[in-house]
């Protein structure tokens, strides 16, 4: 598997395993989560995508521990949780001691929302913490030497651009969702021009268990699936690294799709070009990742923020 290079010099391979089980773990040794790791190394991943809001990260990290593998040989990427915003060392401190892996080589702004710490309510767009206030808090977890990049994750043009303006450290990465129904092209292009890289969550759309997003049963997609003789996943796969400037984070627990999601091929010039248009076609411009908030397009709100606020009221 290829690897891009981040504005650290380190190297992220393109395609790493998702590790959101649907719903944040009971416990942090989740049984299956430790499976699925484990699994996923022997089959060979080495790159592996957890949060502390998961709750799973001591399964990744023992998963990690058991499997023999140098440790140097796998990127781990965690992410600071919205609570964490006022207490970044904190945040990430837990992060690390629950992996127990010595090191992380990510780590993101999982949202550029903050939550209070106790009641746990967003605070509102523009008020301290700010997502600037804490990028400045987690340019100085470089100096522990324990973590290699940082990032952020859910930010648009407009946040970056405010963020920009005050930080030292251009984010390594920006990791949102993406597909052929939400391309994120302007955004991807931005990042491209400053050095952040890409990456894509929900890249399948999401489906779960027989409900198949739309995403993969697109009859473009089916389409080209029948041409190339591979799954529908292996074609959005192929299509975002394609791209150059994203990775991707598909989660599965079942080997054979571990497999599949890894076996990405080149798509011909004209295919490559047909499904980076396809979300032009009438409604099919969509999130499609549940965040358990109803349906935001209807709401205009995510985790608080107005979409507005998030710049997420421009898709393209
Ligand atoms: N930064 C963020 O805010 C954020 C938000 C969402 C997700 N993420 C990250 O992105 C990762 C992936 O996103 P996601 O889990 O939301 O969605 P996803 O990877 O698009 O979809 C996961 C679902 O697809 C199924 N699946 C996997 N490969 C398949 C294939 N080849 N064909 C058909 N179905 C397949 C899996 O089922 P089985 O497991 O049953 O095989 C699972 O139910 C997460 O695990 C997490 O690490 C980040």
């Not at 690897?3 to 393109?14: Q, R």
């Not at 129904?181 to 050095?195: I, V």
Request: with cysteine.
């Amino acid at each position: 598997m290829h690897s891009l290079k981040l504005n650290t010099g380190h190297e992220i391979p393109v395609l790493g395993m998702g590790c959101w089980m649907g719903k944040k773990t009971d416990t942090q040794d989740n049984p299956e989560t430790y499976e699925m790791v484990k699994k996923a190394l022997k089959v060979g991943y080495r790159h592996l995508d957890t949060a502390y809001g998961y709750g799973n990260e001591q399964a990744v990290g023992k998963a990690v521990r058991d499997s023999e593998i140098p440790r140097e040989e796998i990127f781990v990427t965690t992410k600071l949780t919205n609570e964490h915003h006022g207490c970044v060392e904190k945040g990430f401190q837990e992060s690390l001691k629950a992996l127990g892996i010595g090191y992380i080589d990510l780590y993101l702004m999982h949202w550029p929302q903050a939550n209070d710490e106790k009641t746990g309510e967003t605070i509102p767009y523009g008020q301290s913490p700010t997502f600037v206030e804490t990028w400045k808090n987690m340019e100085k977890l470089l100096d522990t030497g324990k973590v290699k990049s940082i990032g952020v994750s859910n930010f648009s043009i407009k946040n970056l651009e405010v963020l920009l303006k005050e930080a030292k450290i251009v984010p390594a990465a920006n990791q949102v969702e993406a597909h052929p129904y939400l391309p994120e092209a302007s955004l991807s292009e931005f990042c491209k021009s400053k050095g952040i890289v890409m990456t894509a969550y929900s890249p399948l759309g999401q489906p779960h268990g027989a409900n198949m997003s739309p995403v993969l049963t697109d009859p473009l997609v089916k389409r080209l699936a029948e041409k190339y003789s591979k799954p529908a996943g292996t074609v959005l796969l192929s299509w975002l690294i394609q791209r150059g400037n994203w990775t991707a984070v598909p989660k599965t627990a079942t080997e054979s799709r571990m497999k599949d999601n890894l076996a990405i091929f080149e798509l011909d010039k004209e295919d490559f070009e047909a499904l980076s248009k396809v979300h032009q076609e009438e409604g099919k411009l969509l999130h499609l990742c549940d965040y358990g908030q109803g349906d935001i397009a209807k709401t205009r709100k995510i985790f608080g923020w107005s979409l507005e606020d998030m710049g997420w009221d421009h898709l393209d």
